[in-house]
């Protein structure tokens, strides 16, 4: 089992910043990365960002590059998202999610995870 804590969302302005914070713990050692996720109201849970835990590579949907990055502390098993340039569309509730055991498909479908954390609301104001 693999559990997942996330934090720092909140209320910005449009233009602003926010950091996410996910902190892993358990059986973290068989997921090889970690993504995060959002879902705003009346739509589907979308693909963000993911890392891997080995290597580092990142991965992100098109509509935050330039904008969001994913970093990693292997030593705290924790993964951020740093979010700049936050814009109303940004509004969600994000989930961090650990992928499957030893996972060696894609990083950007949700099936790849199999632990998500509670979740986190972020909220952009105009």
């Known amino acids: 089992q693999v559990q997942l804590v996330e934090s720092g969302g909140g209320l910005v302005q449009a233009g602003g910043s926010l950091r996410l914070s996910c902190a892993a713990s358990g059986r973290t050692f068989s997921s090889v990365a970690l993504g995060w996720f959002r879902q705003a109201p009346g739509k589907e849970r979308e693909f963000v960002a993911a890392i891997r835990w080995s290597g580092g590579t990142t991965y992100y949907t098109e509509s935050v590059k330039g904008r969001f990055t994913i970093s990693r502390d292997n030593a705290k098993n924790t993964v951020y998202l740093q979010m700049n340039s936050l814009k109303p569309e940004d509004t969600a509730v994000y989930y961090c999610?650990?992928?499957?055991?030893?996972?060696?498909?894609?990083?950007?479908?949700?099936?790849?995870?199999?632990?998500w954390g509670q979740g986190t609301q972020v909220t952009v104001s105009s």
């Open positions: 999610a650990a992928s499957r055991s030893y996972y060696s498909g894609s990083v950007y479908y949700a099936d790849a995870y199999a632990y």
